[in-house]
């Protein structure tokens, strides 16, 4: 029988002890199919022991009478009873069974992802002396990258530059390229200036406004402090302006040994002087350093200078994208560095 037929079948057996059967009738016909019959119909339908056994049991105990003289009400009630509560307990103890050794096996597990955790901190560790950590949706908040990018678009495009020229660049490459249009066009050099001041104060807005808002993710202080604590050197490496990042995060210069900012370089990542420099200012080499970062340029220009990257999921990207830009390891977030997540 399949489900269907069995359902129906279920909902004749429940009519028919509703509509034939008269419990006022003194009868074991009337009187004691009714709950057998509604139990049933309720199994058929529910495909649940628990239903049979809940309706049995509550018709039953409605119509007990252990003192009358009809053997049904005396006996045959009470006999469904008792097999409707053995039936109910039986179930209720197996699903207690059954979840603690869900339960089991889940602690197990999850001991089991800590320890494994544990072990890859410290091989990801090892041999390293210093960390370069991008900041937006790394240490903080990622900014809303893609508002911003069109309204610097949005603004360039009114100069007259051909939109195919910047469809592909990031936000600052957009103005670069915008001004290096005007000059080519041989625009006033008054004209050029104003493009230029308008359109970095228009970035420059949106980071100080969205800083007034962020702040750093819960535990990074603590986790920076604890990497210092350990000897590692820290370096931010960031396309954002200095004052954004201070805002953001106070105190941050005094857990990092170096901020390479927007406004602190004349070349900015995913170009590889910008994490060089960082490099250079804290006195490490490549090959003993981690990029950790939630974009997909943080794995790209990490990969090419020759630093282990470290992919987060605190930004937005997943970790497939992230292992395809480079990442050697996809963590929770920065705070998997120091502690299981």
Known sequence: MNKTARQFTGCLAILGAVFLLDPSQASAWHQFWLPVLIGLGGYLV??????????????????????????????GYLALVIVSSVILLFNLFTSFRKEIDTTRERRLAERRERNRSKVERRRLLEDQGAIVFDFDGTLAPNLDLPEMRRQVLKYSLTFGVPEDLLEPLYIV??????????????????????????????ILDIELGEAEQNAPFDGVA???????????????????????????FPGIEALT???HARDDVDYLKPDQRHVKISLETLGVEPTRTLMVGDGLLDMEVGKSVGLKCVGVLTGSNTQDQLEAAGADIVLPSVLSLVKSE
């Not at 022991?49 to 409605?62: G, K, M, R, Y």
């Not at 957009?174 to 970095?200: G, P």
């Not at 604590?229 to 201070?246: M, P, Q, S, Y």
């Open 222 to 248: 603590e986790m920076l402090e604890s990497l210092g604590r350990d000897g590692f050197k820290i370096g931010i490496v960031t396309r954002n302006c200095r004052e954004a990042v201070l805002k953001t």
């Open 46 to 75: 529910t495909g649940s022991s628990n239903a049979i056994a809940l309706a049995a049991l509550t018709l039953s105990l409605i119509n007990l009478d252990g003192e009358s003289d009809r053997w049904y009400r005396s006996h």
């Open 257 to 259: 040994d170096a901020i």
């Open 173 to 202: 490459e957009i103005i670069d390229r915008t001004e290096a249009f005007l000059i080519e066009k041989n625009a006033e050099s008054t004209k050029i200036k104003h493009y230029r001041e308008t359109a970095e104060k228009l």
